[in-house]
């Protein structure tokens, strides 16, 4: 089995952060999921470092992709704040505008070689309360599994899910 791939997730509430990683961990902790014509062994991580906001992203992303170990005593980080690996993808809920999608990207420029997924606004939303934050995991973990499949892995680029 693959060492664990871990990623880093951007929202705005720590609800949402808690129900985004719960709803990671049961398929992606040492799942092996056939996509196409590929077996693919993939273990998640889940999710080592929360953002709440686009300042904080400007300033914790580009060290974590850097390998840089933050401060584990961040009582706000819901993550599981293992560091010993640099994330494979950064993934922003809905509430990341363009303006705060550019912001956290613009401190990143020339630093980052992993996928950054956002919420693609031409699909539909589920709708909020029970279920939401299941139903938008799904879809992250759609858009993931698709470029594992492809191999955009270690390169740079904006993919919606």
């Known amino acids: ?35 196409a014509t590929h077996l693919l062994d993939l273990t998640f991580d889940i999710v080592i470092h929360v953002i709440f906001s686009a300042a904080a992203g400007a300033l914790d992303i580009p060290m974590l992709l850097r390998g840089e170990i933050l401060s584990p005593s961040d009582q706000h980080n819901l993550g599981t704040k293992n560091y010993s690996k640099a994330p ?23 630093r980052s070689n992993v996928p950054w997924l956002r919420q693609d606004p031409s699909k539909p939303e589920p709708p909020l309360g029970n279920g939401f934050a299941e139903a938008m995991v799904e879809r992250m973990k759609a858009c993931l599994s698709n470029l594992v499949a492809q191999g955009r892995f270690n390169q740079d680029g904006v993919y919606l899910y």
Do not use: W
């Open 1 to 35: 089995m693959p060492d664990p791939m871990p990623i880093i997730l951007c929202v705005k509430s720590s609800t949402m952060a808690t129900e985004c990683i719960d709803n990671f961990q049961p398929e992606y902790e040492g799942a092996v999921l056939i996509f």
């Open 88 to 110: 494979v993808a950064v993934i922003l809920g809905r509430m990341y505008d363009d303006a705060n999608f550019a912001e956290m990207r613009e401190a990143c420029k020339g």
